[in-house]
């Protein structure tokens, strides 16, 4: 069946970075675009940013813009997502969620979604 | 930057019908998606591109959109139908989730 497994729960200190994962299964992987979004502690959705198919084209909420790298490899259907310079206000659930995107741009919404994986930043 | 406000809560009896709303700037012009999600689960999509409902969702679920305000309508509603509900738009080519609205079905 289509899933996206994600990566296990992290703790970290502020200051450092951390990478998460999240692999694909069940289609094909280089014909959906992936997503990032997290969730603080009873807090609601934030999106973070989206990577196309092939891996060449990102775009990143301003907010995160010089910390968030994300990338994906076609040959293990994985997508990392990196933050770096980590803060208190990032413990969060991060969650990846794959979405179809037709050629003329037409969003089909975020229809499969990983299991999350919860970021803890302490010192 | 672009802003989705939604109401924090609404009730409503089971068998009822309740509408969530998500207000932002010519809203009408974007395409809308409706996101639900319960405690401790990861998110669903409920609706895509104004109203269209991914297979598996119930009929009872339904989406439009206008002017400023998109609009969920969950008709007959049902217990498992509490959760938190997030709208999302995109603008200038970046993901903007509502504030989120958590249903009580009482």
């Known amino acids: 069946q289509v899933q996206l497994v994600q990566s296990g729960a992290e703790v970290t200190e502020p200051g450092a970075s951390v990478k998460l994962s999240c692999k694909a299964s069940?289609?094909?992987?280089?014909?959906?675009?992936m997503h990032w979004v997290r969730q603080a502690p009873g807090q609601g959705l934030e999106w973070m940013g989206i990577?196309?198919?092939?891996?060449?084209?990102?775009t990143y909420a301003q907010r995160f813009q010089g910390r968030l790298t994300m990338t994906r490899d076609t040959s293990t259907s994985t997508v990392y997502m990196e933050l770096s310079g980590l803060r208190s206000e990032d413990t969060a659930v991060y969650y990846c969620?794959?979405?179809?995107?037709?050629?003329?741009?037409?969003?089909?919404?975020?229809?499969?979604w990983g299991q999350g994986t919860t970021v803890t930043v302490s010192s | 930057s672009y802003e989705l406000a939604q109401p924090p809560s609404v009730s409503v009896s089971p068998g009822q019908t309740v509408s969530i709303t998500c207000s932002g700037n010519?809203?009408?012009?974007?395409?809308a998606y409706w996101y639900q999600q319960k405690p401790g689960q990861s998110p669903v999509l409920l609706i895509y591109q104004d109203t269209k409902r991914p297979s598996g969702i119930p009929e009872r679920f339904s989406g439009s959109n206008s002017g400023n305000t998109a609009t969920l309508t969950i008709s007959g509603t049902q217990a498992m139908d509490e959760a938190d509900y997030y709208c999302?738009?995109?603008?200038?080519?970046?993901?903007?989730f509502g504030t989120g609205t958590k249903v009580t079905v009482l």
């Open positions: 010519n809203l009408g012009n974007k395409y």
């Open positions: 969620a794959r979405e179809y995107v037709d050629t003329l741009t037409y969003q089909f919404g975020m229809d499969v």
């Open positions: 999302l738009a995109w603008d200038s080519n970046t993901g903007v």
């Open positions: 990577i196309n198919p092939g891996g060449d084209s990102t």
């Open positions: 069940g289609y094909t992987f280089n014909t959906y675009y």
